[in-house]
């Protein structure tokens, strides 16, 4: 099952900009959350805080609490373990071209130290399945390079790569705006399915998009986080002028 | 300016350019051609048994190039055994592990270490490196690992060891810098597709970044072999120049540049020049194999990139 | 798709969502992290002691050298030609004079050719196949060793002239520094925006005039850095020296005759087995290594500056 994560006074920095302010949430398990706002305004960031991807960049620094359950993901855990729990999915595909699909969605489980081929074709298979792939690659798993295939089977082979190591939540940063229309809602509907037993945060720039898979949203502005509520209200009825305005396509 | 003078301007001025740029081929092909020419007499006398046989008698006019060309291979060989680790750790390190602030003054060191002539490397060696072979890193290796066989022999500080140790110095810069380049070429979403995934820095560079870069990796060690192959100045001062294929690391032995570097200006007798001249063909064929392969290998992963004039 | 945003599809036939079996006792996990751990500790140690390793070697030659070097220079190594042997002082200044001869002269030849050369591919030769050939070729040229260019103008010249003669060291030196200066103005034009280029051809400049006045201008410092490399590897080359300017014990002026060099001199001298001329060979070097290490900081320094300048 998935797991929910809390935010607390959530504060990012890039050097000298400051890129997040005190962001407090609460991210709800097994639900869909998504993350709106226009360019610039700090969401890819706030999810990189969440599987402490924000700190690979050396002259990045963040100040908060980030909780997943009752674990603190900065004080109590190690970035290594927290990433394989907070698992990611890339604005852009990246396969990795020397490998076959195979290796490809086992390599988070290699890692791991799982080298039981029968442990490994079977959580290959349940990945692929689970990210609507398998059908489509089944006969050339070892034989077909993971760069080898389309925009849209290689971002599905992504996720399928991330599910492999049994995450508890799934990060995706705008994870459809590479891909053609097909695929993307191919991947939306994978996203319905998906938080049956994950915890999903999606980065979108598509509005839409939020609307038909998340029941929470949250808007970003300028690094603060202006309003956080159902999608339904957010949508309907926002609270917020700002929210309106981004809504109703007066900027962004 | 009427417009046909222009022209005319124009086009001679491109033929011009277009001139000197044939002249890397002209140079080519000059070599070429005159390295056959003057080395038609040994080709006739000996034929390609040349580099299979073992005699090198200036006396009897009996020359075989084999014991240089045994030479040439284990002390380059050799060197890439010690060069390429140390060079691999280097460009790891300064490429995921080096505070940014140091990562100038290393990079500016390793680029001066490339710099440094051959022939100050190999007074170096001469009256540091031989003595420390003769007085303390020979009696100790032969101590501790004599039952591998290899060290054998008498130690006089100058052979085979000696002139891989001072090559696997010279090398080192090239393979290092040029390994530096491809692995910054991996694109950072690699890196932090195989980081999201929970591995650890080390996991990250393997599979994110040396994975990718391999090809490229072997290309540079190449690159380093080719550099090996032709040293010469260095190797010729500490190699002991003994045309006999030696049997132990300590002994002394001979590479084709170094025979080249000894005896071209005491070359008496028309085939015993032509010898030489042969074995400096056959060099430049080797390297220009080698160099090409190696520089196919780099341009494949940098896709055709400006190359740094190493 | 739905219009109510948060209807669930029914869900997918082959639903197989289902997670890795936990197969692994907590116990075994936690040793496979510790592994994992320790064996990035490890590479990473072995990462930063090559580094030392590689370090070391580079600091123990220049501070010997030096060391040594600096002891035995002298005013008179920059004035005195050797003494004969046995006797103490003399210097290396016929050496030094010949070296500035030979690179003179290898420059004269070596240097506009190469930079036209660079002209051409960067201006004339992209994206087509003879340009890539010939900047393949250069590369490839830049890996033959030294020797094979001084036994081939050996049979060039100095077969043909019976005498070794500073001339033939420096067609030798030539030959190697096109190839190297060729790559590097190439580069360097090549970080020329192209609207500068625009802009002079829409001002109705044909194309030799702005690539003469325009480009080549804008890039100057770059390519004059690119020579500098150039002329600071062949100051230090030895092996093609060897056959062709073979070195003179006196001074000598003419472009017929053989000819001192300081790298040349340095080898002789560390060979013999005189100490005072190992006393001269030390000296020569660092006076060698002082220069090319003034080569190298000046290309550092422009490089920072350029990058610093922005490449617009």
């Known amino acids: 099952m998935g797991v929910g994560i809390d935010v607390q006074n959530l504060n990012a920095w890039y050097g000298s900009t400051h890129t997040l302010q005190d962001i407090s949430l609460s991210i709800p398990a097994n639900h869909a959350t998504a993350l709106i706002g226009p360019s610039g305004c700090g969401k890819s960031t706030f999810v990189r805080c969440l599987n402490r991807m924000h700190e690979t960049n050396p002259i990045a620094r963040a100040t908060g609490v980030v909780k997943m359950g009752d674990v603190d993901i900065y004080e109590d855990a190690n970035p290594v373990e927290i990433r394989r729990r907070v698992g990611m999915v890339f604005q852009r595909p ?83 705006s590479a891909l053609d229309p097909v695929s993307t809602s191919k991947i939306e509907d994978l996203i319905f399915e998906l938080k049956r037993q994950y915890t999903i945060v999606i980065v979108t720039h598509n509005m839409q998009q939020a609307a038909r898979v998340a029941e929470n949203t949250g808007f970003f502005l300028n690094g603060k986080m202006v309003e956080f509520d159902s999608t ?13 305005d981004y809504i109703t396509g007066r900027f962004g | ?111 001066l270490l490339a710099a440094i002539p051959s022939v100050v490397y190999g007074l170096w060696a001469v009256f540091v490196l031989v003595p420390v072979m003769r007085d303390q890193l020979g009696p100790f290796l032969e101590k501790y690992f004599g039952w591998t066989h290899l060290f054998g022999g008498y130690n006089f500080g100058v052979g085979l060891l000696t002139a891989s140790i001072i090559l696997a110095i010279m090398i080192l810069p090239i393979i290092s810098s040029i390994t530096r380049d491809i692995m910054l070429a991996v694109p950072i979403s690699q890196r932090e597709g195989v980081l999201a995934l929970g591995a650890t820095r080390w996991e990250m560079i393997r599979t994110g970044v040396l994975r990718n870069a391999r090809i490229g990796i072997v290309g540079a060690i190449i690159l380093g072999l080719g550099r090996a192959l032709g ?35 005491e070359a008496t007798g028309d085939v015993y020049l032509s010898a030489l001249i042969e074995i400096g063909l056959a060099l430049f064929l080797v390297t220009i194999v080698v160099n090409a392969i190696a520089r196919a290998l780099v341009w494949a992963v940098t896709r055709g990139a400006p190359a740094r004039a190493h | 798709m739905s219009t109510n945003p948060l209807h669930t599809p029914p869900p997918l036939q082959d639903s197989a969502i289902a997670r890795t079996p936990r197969d692994r006792s907590p116990r075994r996990t936690r040793l496979n992290h510790i592994r994992r751990h320790l064996w990035n500790r490890i590479v990473m140690g ?39 042997v046995g006797e103490p002082g003399g210097g290396m200044a016929n050496a030094i004079l010949g070296s500035g001869i030979i690179l003179g002269l290898a420059s004269l030849m070596g240097i506009p050719v190469g930079i036209a050369a660079g002209v051409y591919l960067a201006e004339f030769g992209r994206g087509k196949l003879l340009g890539s050939a010939i900047r393949f070729t250069a590369d490839v040229l830049n890996g033959v060793p030294s020797i094979v260019m001084g036994i081939s103008i050996y049979s060039l010249i100095v077969m043909q002239q019976k005498h070794f003669s500073a001339f033939a060291g420096g067609v030798a030196l030539a030959i190697m520094m096109v190839p ?113 290490m003034a080569a190298v900081t000046l290309v550092r320094i422009y490089a920072n500056r350029g990058v610093l300048k922005g490449a617009s």
């Open chain 1, 232 to 244: 339904h209200k957010i949508f309907t009825n926002p609270k917020d002028k700002r929210t309106e």
């Open chain 2, 231 to 265: 040293e010469t100045m260095a190797v010729t001062m500490v190699i002991g120049n003994h045309a006999e294929i030696p049997t132990s690391l300590f002994s002394p032995g001979y590479t084709l540049a170094s025979v080249i570097a000894n005896e071209f200006s």
């Open chain 3, 180 to 292: 190297t200066i060729t790559r590097t103005t190439e580069e360097m034009l090549a970080t020329v925006p192209h609207a500068i280029r625009e802009a002079a051809y829409g001002l109705g400049v044909p194309k030799w005039r702005t690539v003469l006045s325009v480009t080549l201008k804008t890039a100057s410092p770059g390519i004059i850095t690119g020579c500098m490399l150039a002329f600071a590897r062949v100051a230090g080359e030895t092996a093609p020296l060897l056959f062709t300017a073979f070195g003179n014990q006196f001074w000598s002026f003419n472009m017929n005759e053989p000819i001192a060099a300081l790298p040349l001199q340095i080898y002789i001298y560390a060979i013999s087995p005189y100490d005072e001329w190992h006393r001269l060979a030390w000296a020569g070097s660092l006076v060698l290594i002082v220069m090319i």
């Open chain 3, 46 to 84: 072995l990462a930063v002691l090559s580094t030392i390793i590689v370090i070391a070697p580079l600091v123990a030659i220049l501070f010997y050298l030096i060391y040594k070097g600096a002891s035995s220079l002298n005013l008179a190594f920059f004035t005195h030609i050797p003494a004969p």
């Open chain 1, 94 to 176: 990246n396969p990795f071209p020397t490998m076959s699909i195979y290796d490809n969605v086992a390599s988070g489980l290699k890692l791991n130290g799982f080298r039981n081929k029968a442990i490994l074709d079977e959580t290959v298979e349940r990945s692929l399945r689970a990210a609507a792939l398998w059908d489509e690659v089944k006969d050339e798993l070892k034989k077909k390079s993971g760069a080898s295939l389309s925009g849209g089977q290689q971002q599905r082979m992504c996720i399928a790569r991330a599910l492999a190591v049994d995450p508890e939540v799934l990060l995706m940063d705008e994870p459809a």
């Open chain 2, 1 to 111: 300016m009427s417009r046909s003078s222009g022209k005319v301007a124009d086009t001679t001025f491109s033929a011009i350019m277009l001139v000197c740029a044939l002249s890397i081929f002209a140079i080519v092909l000059f070599i070429l051609s005159i390295l056959i020419a003057r080395s038609k007499l040994s080709l006739h006398q000996f034929g390609w048994k040349f580099f299979t046989r073992s005699a090198w008698d200036p006396v009897a006019g009996d020359f075989g190039a084999f014991p240089f060309i045994f030479g040439t291979l284990a002390t380059s060989l050799l060197a890439l055994l010690m060069a390429v680790p140390l060079a691999l750790g280097v460009a790891v390190f300064l490429t995921e592990l080096c505070p940014q602030k140091l990562r100038s003054p290393i990079s500016f060191i390793t680029e």
